[in-house]
């Protein structure tokens, strides 16, 4: 079953003959619990292909359907609260809370929903990303891993329908990227969540189910 | 090239202006903050400087001593004298009289506008025929008669009536208790009611302004020698004396309120300063990463500092002068707006440089790697619990909790964010007190009407005194029982009260003059509680007949003798016929007496009775009525309908009285308001500005949470929590301290001006405290538009 689905996505800026065609008609399905790479050199268009996915941005033309709801239909405010029960993100700057613990940073999503995170999901989340000892400390004395991995559990909290991954491992290390790649996948199979992850890392993107190749805002190739 | 050496001046320049130009809204909120701060500095001082030329300008228009029936002869003379810069002759204090329930007085003196201000014509021309006459509009207008050159007027004047013809007028622009009808040196020379009244003296002395007080007052003496004029003819412009003395209390005054409103200022600015620095730590540190030494980065905030203030110096310069010059216009000068602009301009640019390069120092300081690591917003680590943490302990996170904690983030900014609105916030509330605690009607009431309402008393003129000065009057008995009976007989008077006085001649170390003497009963206060030298107990006064002089300096100042303790003065007294006895001098107080009604002598009522035997002593019946408000006007007219009968009886009223402060209330409080209203609005727009800052520095923060999931309404509530952490011990410290500066202000203020009754500002601090947490609702609405989801990952 697919989990999300786009319908001749568009996204253009400015008018003619200045327009910039950021994104320029991509359909495309992603497969319920699988692991898909959307690659492409730097602006290429898959952040703005991310932020469609997400919500984070409208689209000139066509459509984003996420779980069986449409995301145009939606305004902002609806947006917003669908992203919080559907929608985990891990960024490329970690983008945590700098003065929550990691404990608070993981489950803000749910909290923000009025409702308590399910305390034996939460510990496995914890255990699968080796964040026991680290629950009581600020992002600002973790290392950069380590407050991808927070990230991470953030995003898998409220177990949405879809994980989307900005650039994940940019401001990491060759072997800590490997280690959260890693652990990306592992703990996308655990908890069959669907991941989608932006990366310009061929090599990266190795590891992925599935690879989408983006060139001038149009899928050029999808293995 | 050295390592240790750079060449770099306009590079650095270049990174400053566009950091400005990058961060717009911060930019344009930082110039707000800055330009606001200078202007409120600017304003006051000036203003402050203002109020000093005014009154000098004023003291320059005006006589530094009269002097009292001096003989034409002798003022031509001392016109001549080169001690004297000018000499106006002036008859004045000739009665008053009433032309349809106006009062109105002859008075005399030449059209002058400059050195001496006399009254400035609007229309027409000085008096010079005998029966030509200036008056003021209103008058005219409160009589019902037209304002035209040629108008034919007939006036009281004395026992008869005389019509008068109007050459000019005058336009003072406001209502008068008691008008000035201008007239003609022939009239003042010949006129009934003016011809037996001596002429006074208006004089300026030459170079006065660049005397001592001491010195001064021993010139006006010596000329009141030389031509004859006795020391108690001599009537001093006291405030023009004051002006001249070393230790002017007015001047240190305006020098504490410059300096604390120069701290307000500074506050305020190194606050947004340092919220700017210390938000752009990261950014510093990346800047030394690519090879900006700490040295530069100093300079750079500096240039960023200098550049702001290219803009807001001048800016506030002009405003701040604008509103000065509103404030008070009378004292307005272009040098004094030269000097204030310099100084607060240097101050500006000064206070801007050290805001600047203390938290630039600080950063410049932190390396590379941790700067690159480091947020603003870390705050302290938790304290670890003992025995371990237990990973799934909850606390809900909601807007409020969020807001809690995020009191932890750098506290010494969010310090700094609250003191920069308490500073407002106590100022604010010290000018509320102020106005809050004044009492119109307690101001007028000091004096005459402090018990009472209306005063009746002999009109008498105490600038022309008669050896037993209004003996004649009381030995009428006009202030009798009867007239007593009737007053009380009014509806709504709820009492009338007689007050006594004697008066004589005394002698005393050669000099002589016309005294009055207050009745003591054994039941009085004041006069028993002042510190005086020898004794002044009521039995001892009673059994050697001793008087007590008060308010001794001025006493001798006037009549040029030294009271001592023990010595003998001569009484000369009339009852019908002439005495005289000796009295001894038991006690000397230099401090004064107000319920003395400035006789300033007292002897006992055993005495007095004694002296005067069953004489009518009554100088006044103070009529005090029910309900002031309500019955006061009625009872007025109650009280004029029944001395009308007696002419030499005068009527004097709480209404014309504060007829007569009204406007100097009303100039006063206008300016007071106007401060007032500058002080909230600077608060109100610094903390604008400090939210505004705070949301601005929070995009991503807020970009972020948006994208994880937060709504708009519950990042809305965070931020109005958040803020109203910060306000309400701000509004504590206001409503606390600077009700507490408030009441120590109007408590200093009351020893010196009785009228200052204590009210807390209650509605006043509401309505800050209020305005102070709108602005955050608002802001929180307002600051959040343009929050772009999508730039999450901008740094």
């Not at chain 2, 030499?648 to 300016?671: A, F, G, Y």
Request: charge should be negative; proline fraction near 3%; aromatic fraction near 10%.
């Amino acid at each position: 079953m697919d989990i999300l689905q786009t319908n001749n996505l568009t996204k253009y800026y400015g008018t003619e003959p200045f327009m910039v065609k950021a994104i320029d008609g991509i359909t495309l399905a992603i497969e319920q619990g699988s692991f898909t790479a959307i690659v492409g050199t730097s602006g290429s268009g898959k952040s703005t292909l991310l932020h469609m996915l997400g919500g984070l941005d409208t689209p000139t033309g066509g459509t984003v359907t996420v779980d069986g709801q449409e995301l145009s239909e939606m305004e902002r405010n609806e947006l917003t609260i669908f992203r919080r029960r559907k929608i985990g993100f891990v960024f490329q700057n970690y983008n945590l809370i700098p003065n929550l613990t990691v404990y608070d940073n993981i489950v803000l999503p749910v909290e923000l929903d009025g409702r308590r995170a399910d305390s034996q999901y939460l510990q496995e989340i914890v255990k699968a990303l080796g964040l026991e000892n680290k629950l009581d400390r600020k992002p600002g004395k973790l290392s950069g891993g380590q407050q991808q991995r927070t990230a991470i559990a953030r995003a898998l909290i409220t177990k949405p329908a879809i994980i989307l991954a900005d650039e994940p491992t940019g401001n990491l290390d060759s072997r800590t990227s490997r280690e959260v790649i890693g652990l990306l996948q592992a703990t996308g199979k655990k908890f069959h969540q669907t991941i989608v992850m932006i990366t310009h890392n061929d090599e990266i993107a190795q590891v992925a189910d599935r690879a989408i190749r983006i060139e001038d805002g149009r899928i050029v190739e999808s293995r | 090239m050295r390592l240790d050496s750079n060449n770099n001046n306009g590079i650095i320049f270049r990174i400053a202006r566009s950091n400005l130009a990058g961060k717009r809204l911060y930019t344009f909120f930082s110039l707000l903050t800055i330009t606001l701060s200078l202007t409120f500095i600017m304003t006051i001082v000036l203003f402050l400087q203002e109020t000093r030329t005014a009154e000098q300008r004023m003291l320059g228009q005006m006589q530094h001593v009269m002097y009292m029936n001096m003989p034409e002869q002798k003022m031509e003379q001392a016109a001549r004298d080169e001690r004297v810069e000018l000499l106006l002759p002036y008859k004045g204090d000739t009665g008053e009289f009433e032309h349809n329930g106006v009062k109105y007085c002859f008075t005399y003196q030449k059209c002058q506008a400059e050195r001496i201000r006399t009254f400035v014509l609007a229309e027409g021309k000085a008096p010079e025929r005998y029966h030509e006459i200036v008056v003021d509009r209103a008058f005219m207008e409160q009589i019902g008669r037209p304002c035209a050159i040629g108008e034919k007027l007939t006036l009281a004047a004395g026992d008869t009536q005389e019509e008068f013809v109007i050459c000019g007028y005058t336009d003072g622009g406001q209502a008068q208790s008691v008008y000035p009808v201008y007239v003609s040196r022939e009239y003042a020379d010949f006129g009934m009611p003016m011809k037996d009244t001596g002429y006074t003296a208006l004089v300026r002395i030459a170079g006065a302004s660049d005397m001592e007080s001491s010195a001064f007052e021993t010139v006006v003496y010596q000329i009141a020698a030389d031509y004859g004029v006795k020391r108690s003819d001599v009537n001093i412009n006291g405030r023009f004396q004051e002006s001249l003395q070393e230790e002017n209390p007015v001047f240190q005054a305006m020098l504490l309120i410059s300096l604390l409103i120069l701290a307000a200022g500074g506050i305020v600015i190194y606050t947004i300063f340092y919220l700017s620095v210390t938000a752009r730590t990261r950014q510093i540190g990346q800047l030394q990463t690519i090879g900006m030494t700490g040295k530069q980065i100093r300079k750079m905030v500096r240039r960023e500092g200098f550049w702001l203030c290219t803009v807001s110096v001048p800016a506030a310069l002009v405003l701040g002068g604008i509103l000065a010059y509103f404030l008070e216009p009378e004292g307005w000068s272009f040098v004094n707006y030269i000097l204030t602009a310099a100084v607060t301009g240097a101050f500006g640019f000064l206070m801007v440089q050290i805001s600047a390069g203390r938290p630039a120092a600080l950063a410049a300081k932190v390396s590379p790697v941790e700067a690159s690591g480091m947020t603003e917003e870390s705050g302290p680590e938790p304290k670890k619990k003992a025995g371990g943490f237990t990973p799934l302990r909850h606390r809900e996170l909601t807007p409020f909790v969020m807001a809690q904690i995020g009191q932890g983030r750098n506290r010494k900014k969010r310090r700094l964010m609250t003191i920069s609105i308490a500073f407002g916030g106590i100022l604010f509330m010290i000018a509320a007190s102020y106005l809050y605690s004044w009492d119109e009607q307690a101001y007028s009431r000091t004096g005459d009407f402090a018990d009472a309402e209306y005063r009746v008393s002999y009109l008498y003129n105490p600038h022309m005194p008669l050896p037993y000065g209004p003996t004649g009057m009381q030995l009428t008995g006009h202030l009798g029982e009867d007239l007593k009976e009737q007053l009380l007989l009014i509806p709504h008077v709820r009492s009338v009260e007689t007050k006594h006085g004697t008066y004589g001649t005394v002698e005393y170390q050669g000099a002589s003059w016309t005294q009055g003497f207050y009745r003591l009963t054994e039941n009085e206060e004041d006069h028993f509680r002042i510190e005086a030298e020898g004794r002044r107990d009521y039995e001892y006064l009673c059994e050697t007949d001793g008087i007590f002089i008060t308010n001794s300096e001025f006493l001798s100042q006037i009549n040029g003798v030294s009271f001592q303790v023990g010595d003998q003065m001569t009484l000369h007294w009339f009852d019908g016929e002439e005495h005289e006895t000796t009295l001894e001098i038991a006690a000397v107080a230099p401090g004064m007496v107000p319920s003395d009604r400035g006789y300033n002598i007292a002897m006992t009522d055993q005495t007095m009775e004694k002296l005067w035997g069953d004489m009518n002593t009554a100088v006044d019946f103070c009529i005090s009525v029910e309900d002031y408000d309500r019955y006061g006007e009625q009872t007025e007219a109650d009280i004029r309908a029944l001395t009308e009968l007696y002419p030499d009886l005068s009527v004097e009223t709480l209404r014309e009285q504060m007829l007569d402060d009204s406007s100097s209330i009303r100039k006063l409080k206008m300016q007071i308001y106007g401060i007032s209203a500058f002080v909230i609005l600077f608060s109100v727009l610094n903390l604008v500005n400090l939210m505004i800052g705070n949301v601005a520095a929070r995009k991503k923060e807020f970009a972020v949470l948006e994208a994880i999931g937060m709504e708009a309404r519950q990042i809305r509530s965070m931020l109005f929590w958040e803020s109203l952490l910060f306000v309400l011990p701000a509004v504590l410290i206001t409503l606390v301290i600077g009700g507490g500066a408030g009441y120590g202000v109007v408590a200093a203020l009351k020893r010196i001006a009785g009228y200052m009754e204590y009210r807390f500002p209650a509605a006043a601090g509401l309505m800050f405290a209020a305005g102070m947490i709108l602005v955050p609702v608002l802001i929180s609405y307002v600051g959040l538009k343009g929050i772009d989801r999508s730039q999450y990952h901008q740094g």
